[in-house]
């Protein structure tokens, strides 16, 4: 078995946040989704993840983030 590295552990993270917020995320921002695409919605989510993590737990909180993110891309 593979050794774990801290990169490694940094992509499961992500991974995992990323799986725990882009369902909840699109479901509040729908219209938002409708007119961008899934691509270009699921691309700008990856890109919101990467550049600027969400700061808090609470998820109408990351949808502001991620709308001011997408707005300024």
Excluded: Q, W
């Excluded at 993270?13 to 990323?18: C, E, G, I, S, Y």
């Excluded at 737990?57 to 949808?63: E, G, K, N, S």
């Amino acid at each position: 078995m593979a050794e774990l590295t801290a990169e490694g552990v940094r992509g499961l993270l992500r991974n995992a946040v990323a799986a725990e917020l882009f369902s909840p995320i699109r479901a509040a921002l729908p219209r938002t989704h409708e007119a961008v695409g899934s691509a270009a919605f699921v691309r700008t989510f990856d890109d919101f993840l990467d550049a600027s993590p969400p700061r808090t737990r609470l998820i109408r909180a990351v949808a502001f983030e991620f709308v001011r993110f997408a707005g300024d891309s």
